[in-house]
């Protein structure tokens, strides 16, 4: 019966899907499929959806009984990493696939930290190589930052119970050790509100006290990780953390306490580049196409956003005037890499302005991963290496792809 639905559904009546109207590189793409609406994501209401057979959104919809009951959705799709958006158990209940996009944009994340790192270093007036990463949750982001760490000659105490269990104990520590151990600490774990893995306001009053005088403490993965009053507390009697904050409890309605005592403040952006958003994208075409048994012609549109990486923006190489040496020099790093991305204009912006925190997400400029960046000429020895590890390539290189 199924089966016989989903035909009837597809070749009979014209199917229909609501869109987020800022997810990227999608417009046009059902088009020659299904009827297609697109709306705010967080305007999205009942009304939209009652005739609808799936959604594709962001984390600016919440999917639950109050929006889809009564309605024909049959698959939800959402173009981000986590899904605590989406009631999972009440969808599972009333027969409504869901599905999410896990690593699509873990590059951009960890080109994300990756620059947090140089700028924190910087101003802090440290070298990276030697300190100590604690890395809370090595899932897709978690790992990336891991290898980048090794990149930067940073020691690494990685703290995820579920892999923990699940691998043996020899590569994990204990959160209590990490806290105590770690010169930088960034946290990349679902939001979890209850069972043994919460991780809903992991960080509170507790996690900072236990935190070394001078700590560095990145949060790029959900906001209510983070107990925002406890911490504050803590602030204002100790002040001896560095905040930079990517992600925050209440968005878009931030705590202006929080953001002027944060080192550096950004509206939950780590995982905007360009490369992620169109993983993203590709990965939810690719589901809702296996969904509905639709098949796209060798000209439909869709055909290009699941195969074709070149709708993105190509940047032009960086000029290095650097041959590089041994060891590498981190300011050096920190030039190449700020050239790729500059969080400290996401941080000015954000200061200058943090009631438009929605709008600069939804009108965030384009950004590109490392892997799209040639240097020209590539630097040799010690500064080359880490460059090549990070994904920078030599001209080259692109010319020949």
């Given at each position: 019966?199924?089966?016989?639905?989903?035909?009837?559904?597809?070749?009979?009546?014209?199917?229909?899907?609501?869109?987020?109207?800022?997810?990227?590189?999608?417009?046009?793409?059902?088009?020659?499929?299904?009827?297609?609406?697109?709306l705010p994501?967080?305007?999205?209401g009942?009304?939209?959806?009652?005739?609808a057979?799936?959604?594709?959104?962001?984390?600016?919809?919440?999917?639950?009984?109050?929006?889809?009951?009564?309605?024909?959705?049959q698959?939800i799709?959402?173009?981000?990493?986590?899904?605590?958006?989406?009631?999972?158990?009440w969808?599972?209940?009333?027969?409504?696939?869901?599905?999410?996009?896990?690593?699509?944009?873990?590059?951009?994340?960890?080109?994300y930290?990756?620059?947090?790192?140089?700028?924190?270093?910087?101003?802090?007036?440290?070298?990276?190589?030697g300190?100590?990463?604690?890395?809370?949750?090595?899932?897709n982001?978690?790992?990336?930052?891991?290898r980048?760490?090794?990149?930067?000659?940073m020691?690494?105490l990685?703290?995820?119970?579920?892999?923990?269990?699940?691998?043996?104990?020899?590569?994990?520590?204990?959160?209590?050790?990490?806290l105590?151990?770690?010169?930088?600490?960034?946290v990349?774990?679902?939001?979890?509100?209850?069972?043994?893995?919460?991780?809903?306001?992991?960080?509170?009053?507790?996690f900072?006290?236990?935190?070394?005088?001078?700590?560095?403490?990145?949060?790029?993965?959900r906001?209510e990780?983070?107990?925002e009053?406890?911490?504050?507390?803590?602030?204002?009697e100790?002040?001896?953390?560095?905040?930079?904050?990517d992600?925050?409890?209440?968005?878009?309605?931030?705590?202006?306490?929080?953001?002027?005592?944060?080192?550096?403040?950004?509206?939950?952006?780590?995982?905007?580049?360009?490369?992620?958003?169109l993983?993203?994208?590709?990965?939810?075409?690719?589901?809702?196409?296996?969904?509905?048994?639709?098949?796209?012609?060798?000209?439909?549109?869709?055909?290009?956003?699941?195969?074709?990486p070149?709708?993105?923006?190509?940047?032009?190489?960086?000029?290095?005037?650097?041959?590089?040496?041994?060891?590498a020099?981190?300011?050096?790093?920190q030039?190449?890499?700020?050239a790729?991305?500059?969080i400290?204009?996401?941080?000015?912006?954000?200061?200058?302005?943090?009631?438009?925190?929605?709008?600069?997400?939804n009108?965030?400029?384009?950004?590109?991963?490392?892997?799209?960046?040639a240097?020209?000429?590539?630097?040799?020895?010690?500064?080359?290496?880490?460059?090549?590890?990070?994904?920078?390539?030599?001209v080259?290189?692109?010319?020949?792809?």
């Open positions: 019966m199924a089966k016989l639905y989903l035909w009837f559904r597809t070749f009979i009546i014209r199917m229909k899907i609501v869109i987020d109207n800022k997810i990227p590189f999608i417009h046009g793409v059902f088009e020659p499929h299904a009827e297609v609406v697109y994501g967080g305007e999205i009942r009304s939209d959806v009652e005739e057979d799936c959604l594709i959104v962001r984390t600016r919809t919440r999917c639950n009984e109050h929006l889809l009951k009564g309605s024909r959705v698959l799709g959402t173009a981000t990493i986590g899904f605590d958006h989406l009631d999972t158990a969808l599972s209940a009333n027969g409504i696939r869901w599905s999410n996009a896990p690593g699509c944009n873990s590059g951009s994340v960890a080109q930290v990756t620059a947090a790192l140089l700028e924190m270093a910087d101003r802090q007036n440290f070298t990276l190589k300190k100590t990463l604690g890395i809370i949750g090595v899932g982001v978690g790992r990336k930052v891991e980048i760490a090794g990149i930067l000659g020691k690494v990685l703290n995820d119970p579920p892999r923990e269990r699940a691998e043996g104990p020899d590569r994990f520590c204990q959160l209590a050790d990490l105590k151990h770690s010169d930088i600490i960034t990349h774990v679902p939001l979890n509100r209850e069972g043994p893995d919460q991780t809903h306001h992991l960080i509170d009053g507790a900072i006290s236990g935190l070394k005088p001078g700590t560095v403490l990145i949060n790029s993965s906001g990780v983070v107990n009053q406890q911490v504050l507390k803590e602030m204002r100790l002040r001896k953390v560095h905040l930079v904050l992600v925050w409890e209440n968005e878009p309605e931030i705590n202006p306490e929080l953001l002027n005592l944060a080192a550096i403040a950004t509206p939950h952006i780590a995982g905007y580049s360009q490369d992620g958003k993983n993203a994208t590709r990965i939810m075409v690719g589901k809702v196409f296996s969904h509905f048994r639709l098949s796209p012609g060798l000209t439909d549109p869709a055909m290009l956003v699941m195969s074709l070149d709708q993105l923006l190509i940047p032009s190489a960086i000029q290095s005037s650097l041959p590089g040496g041994e060891p020099r981190q300011s050096e790093l030039s190449f890499v700020k790729t991305y500059d400290v204009s996401d941080d000015r912006r954000l200061r200058e302005s943090h009631g438009t925190f929605e709008k600069q997400r009108n965030y400029p384009v950004r590109r991963e490392f892997n799209a960046w240097i020209d000429p590539f630097p040799e020895k010690e500064t080359g290496r880490v460059l090549a590890g990070l994904g920078f390539k030599k080259s290189d692109t010319k020949s792809t």
